[in-house]
DNA sequence: TACTAAATGGAGCGACGTTCCGCTTTTCAG
DNA sequence: CTGAAAAGCGGAACGTCGCTCCATTTAGTA
C-alpha cells in the first residue's frame, strides 16, 4: 500500500503568492457579490486570467471551501466544547445550531448554494456534511440520551432543515430564519 | 376616473392557440427539467419562436404563475373549506400545511425559484404571498384563538419556513420535508 | 547561465437570457 | 370580397457566464 510518502513538492513561490490573492479576493467579493459571483469578477479583482483562477480553484466547491475552511472547523470543534459546558445536551445543541445558523446567515447566498441540487456545489454539500454531521450527530444523540428529544429525526436532516431555513434571509425583513429556527428546535424537544 | 372600461379588444385567434400551446409544453418541460428548463426548449417543443414566447410571457415568473395558477387557486380555496370541516383550527392548518406541501414537492424546482431572491422571481413570489398569506393567516389566528397556538408567528413566515423546507427533495432520499415539516408544527403548537 | 517543468492568461466555445425588427397572418371596414 | 393596418411571429444577434486549451512566460535548479 502506497503510504502517501510522495514528495508532494512545495508550490512554486508565485504560485502560492496567487492562491492567496484569489482567496482574499474571493472573500472581499463574496460580501458584496455572493457566493455565486462570477469567476471573472474574482479573477480580476486578483489581477490574474481566469485560467490561473481554475488552476487553483477548479470547481466553485473549492473555492468556497477553501474560503470558509476555518469557520467550518470552528463549528465542528465548537460541538464538544460546548457539549462539556453547557448545563443540558439540548442547551448545547441549540448553542450550537446557533453557531451554524449564523455562519450561514451572515455569508451571503452561501445556504442556497448548499441545498442547490446542482451538480456544481454537490462537492460543497458533502464537504459541509463530512465536516459537521459527525458533530451534529453527537450532539443530537446526547440530547436524546438525556431525553430531552424524543423526536425521530438524523442530524442530516435537522443540519439540511436549519439550512434550509436559513435561505432567503436578506431579501426581506419580516422573515428571520432565527424564529423558524428556534420553533423547529421546540418540536425537536420531548413534550414537558 | 378612467374607470377601466377599455375595449380589452380580444386576442387574436392564432395567439391565443399559441398561448395554450406554450402552456402545455411548458408543463411538460417544467415536469422533466425543472421550472428553471432553457427558454428556448419550451419555446421549440411549443414549435414557436422565443420572440413568441416572450412576447406571451415576458418573465419566467409569467409562466410558472400561468401554469400552476390552477393549483395556486386550489390551495387557496382549500383554507376556508378545512376551516370548516376539521375538528380543531390547528388541525386544518396542519392539513393545509400538507396540501401546500403537496404541491410545492411535487413541482421540481418550483420552492427553489419561490424562494430565491433573484429579481427574475420576485413577481413569482409576490403572487404566491398575495393569494395565499391572508388564507393561512386566517387558518393561523384560527389556531391562536384556539388556544392551540401559542408561538409568535407571522403566516408570512410560517410560510417561507415552509416553503424553505421543500427545497432540495429529490436530491437525497434521507432527507424528507414532510418530517421536519411536522416538527416545525409540533413547535408551533401550545404545550399540552 | 541555460534548461525544464510549473504556471500563467486570455482567446475562444457553447449555453443561456433577452431584445429587436423585418416579415407574415389575421382582422375588419368599406 | 378586398386591401391596408394592426397584431403577431420568428430567429438572428448581442451580452454574460462557465469552462477549456495552449502558446508564452517564469521560477527553480544544475
Known amino acids: 500500500m502506497p503510504t502517501e510518502q510522495e514528495p508532494a513538492r512545495t508550490k512554486r513561490a508565485d504560485a502560492a503568492r496567487n492562491e492567496k490573492t484569489l482567496l482574499a479576493a474571493a472573500a472581499e467579493v463574496f460580501v458584496s ?19 490561473t483562477f481554475y488552476r487553483h480553484f477548479p470547481t466553485r466547491a473549492d473555492l468556497i471551501t477553501a474560503v470558509y475552511r476555518h469557520q467550518i472547523e470552528a463549528c465542528a470543534e465548537a460541538g464538544p466544547t460546548l457539549l462539556a459546558a453547557a448545563e443540558t445536551p439540548f442547551e448545547a445543541l441549540r448553542q450550537w445550531i446557533d453557531q451554524f445558523t449564523d455562519f450561514l446567515v451572515t455569508k451571503h447566498g452561501l445556504a442556497d448554494a448548499l441545498q442547490s441540487d446542482s451538480s456544481t456545489f454537490a462537492a460543497l454539500h458533502t464537504y459541509f456534511l463530512d465536516r459537521l454531521e ?6 443530537l444523540k446526547a440530547a436524546i ?3 430531552d428529544v424524543q423526536t425521530e429525526i438524523s442530524a442530516l436532516e435537522l443540519m439540511r432543515g436549519v439550512g434550509n431555513l436559513c435561505i432567503g434571509r436578506g431579501t ?3 422573515y428571520d430564519p432565527r424564529r423558524l429556527i428556534a420553533v423547529l428546535l421546540k418540536g425537536l424537544r420531548a413534550p414537558l
Chains 1, 2 share one sequence.
Open 134 to 139: 459527525p458533530v451534529c450527530a453527537a450532539l
Open 172 to 174: 426581506d425583513p419580516r
Open 145 to 147: 440520551d438525556a431525553g
Open 33 to 51: 457579490s455572493g457566493v455565486d459571483a462570477p469567476i471573472r469578477e474574482i479573477a480580476a479583482k486578483a489581477g490574474v486570467g481566469v485560467g
